[in-house]
């Protein structure tokens, strides 16, 4: 407990450190590039266009569990902090390696690199939360206080993306191919979330207990949080169990992968 209230208050201590980085990190992605940021949402909106297409009015014509909701509007909120999330722990788990040079520094506490690329990750969710309430106002959406109530589930997304780099990003300095498993397990992880699919499918088909088995992902409270913020209106207070549920797995995951991180760091500058 001692070592997670100290590094809090390093983190305090070092906030306008941590954001200066933060910043150079995001800029650092485009260095280069000629269309710069433009890269960084043509492949979400690309993805978008085609699981519309899948499943929209032209492809299967699922239609979304929330009335007087289109496809798109019901798969935006879900998506959106999918991207987020997979790519704060794609860039975490790097971390370590990419600033090698900080890590070998007596005086740098390593444990606010993860932090770092948080943040960098949550500057291009913010652009993404800024289109998804352009999308809903277009469509003729009337705005709701309750659209605020994704700040909440972007912390709590962070929150967890956070506990789990700590682990991934420690491991990877001496198991390279944890960004390979990474990576994949992601890729598994949207399919095991109900994002372009409802839970009411398997239920049709019977398989009652699906529905229960789906909300023990903990992301199945992020996806589900983002469209009660949009759609319906309801609060996160409104789901009880749930939310106790994942701050208590994204707890014990931040407390594994803390003292996981902390055993592993006086081993760091001898591998990089």
């Known amino acids: 407990?001692?070592?997670?209230?100290?590094?809090?208050?390093?983190?305090?201590t070092k906030r306008r450190l941590v954001w200066d980085l933060a910043k150079a990190d995001f800029k650092k992605r485009f260095v280069g590039s000629y269309f710069g940021i433009v890269w960084m949402f043509v492949q979400p909106i690309v993805t978008v266009l085609i699981y519309w297409?899948?499943?929209?009015p032209i492809g299967f014509k699922s239609a979304p569990p929330v009335p007087n909701a289109s496809y798109v509007q019901w798969l935006i909120p879900g998506i959106a902090p999918w991207f987020f999330f997979s790519e704060a722990l794609n860039c975490g788990t790097g971390c370590l390696q990419e600033?090698?040079?900080?890590?070998?520094?007596?005086?740098?506490?390593?444990?606010i690199l993860p932090v770092i690329k948080l943040i960098s990750c949550l500057f291009v969710h913010g652009f993404f939360v800024l289109i998804m309430f352009a999308v809903f106002l277009i469509s003729g959406k009337t705005p709701q206080i309750s659209w605020?109530?994704?700040?909440?589930?972007?912390?709590?997304?962070?929150?967890?993306?956070?506990?789990?780099?700590?682990?991934?990003?420690?491991?990877?300095?001496?198991?390279?191919?944890?960004?390979?498993?990474?990576?994949?397990?992601l890729q598994f992880g949207m399919w095991l979330?109900?994002?372009?699919?409802?839970?009411?499918?398997?239920?049709?088909?019977?398989?009652?207990?699906a529905p229960t088995i789906l909300k023990l992902n903990p992301f199945y409270y992020i996806a589900a949080g983002y469209r009660d913020s949009m759609l319906t209106g309801d609060?996160?207070?409104?789901?009880?169990?749930?939310?106790?549920?994942?701050w208590a797995v994204t707890i014990v995951i931040m407390l594994v992968g803390l003292k996981v991180f902390k055993r592993l760091r006086p081993h760091f500058s001898d591998v990089l």
Request: aromatic share 18%; with cysteine; proline share 2%.
């Open 235 to 246: 609060w996160f207070f409104m789901r009880p169990t749930l939310t106790v549920y994942f």
């Open 1 to 12: 407990m001692n070592y997670v209230v100290s590094l809090i208050k390093e983190l305090v």
């Open 99 to 111: 600033y090698n040079y900080l890590v070998k520094k007596v005086v740098f506490r390593v444990e």
């Open 193 to 209: 979330t109900p994002i372009m699919y409802s839970e009411q499918l398997f239920v049709d088909k019977g398989l009652t207990m």
């Open 148 to 185: 605020l109530q994704v700040i909440y589930y972007a912390f709590a997304a962070s929150m967890l993306a956070l506990a789990i780099t700590y682990l991934t990003s420690a491991i990877q300095v001496f198991f390279k191919d944890m960004a390979q498993i990474v990576s994949i397990c």
């Open 53 to 56: 297409l899948i499943f929209g």
